[in-house]
């Protein structure tokens, strides 16, 4: 098991429309976090898209076109940062939030070579991800 600490709060469900579901892509290779990201974001109202690679990336995010997505540093096959580095160089892409996560200890230099908008360092509490995530959405 991951060193993933899990803090389940009870959160208001989002006041959204169906129609209107904000889109959510997370890019890790540990099934066990997007489990549990899955869950936390689907009971918020969330629209959950996972992947264990980053093969495609652009792709992927192109047909998607979500929100905001979360990259891990070593997702195979490129690794998070040059997969982040694709997804600003599209046009079409690069307005999109990233939020880098990863073990670490140099996460801010990684985020920031990246080109994401904001980092989280694991282990993280589900508070701590929930911030992260309205902090680099609360702006669109």
Not at 82 to 100: C, F, G, M, N, S
Request: aromatic fraction near 8%; proline fraction near 4%; hydrophobic fraction near 40%.
């Amino acid at each position: 098991m991951p060193n993933l600490v899990c803090i389940v709060q009870t959160a208001q469900p989002s006041q959204m429309n169906i129609t209107d579901k904000r889109k959510i892509m997370i890019f890790d290779d540990d099934e066990d976090i997007l489990s549990i990201c899955s869950y936390v974001f689907e009971e918020q109202g969330w629209e959950v898209y996972t992947y264990t690679d980053c093969n495609d990336v652009t792709e992927k995010v192109s047909e998607i076109q979500p929100n905001v997505i979360l990259m891990d540093n070593w997702i195979p096959d490129a690794g998070g940062i040059v997969a982040t580095q694709r997804l600003k160089r599209a046009e079409h892409l690069k307005d999109i939030p990233v939020v880098y996560f990863s073990a670490n200890s140099d996460i801010q230099i990684l985020a920031n070579n990246a080109g994401a908008e904001a980092y989280l360092a694991k282990p993280f509490d589900l508070h701590q991800l929930e911030q992260v995530i309205h902090k680099v959405t609360s702006t669109e």
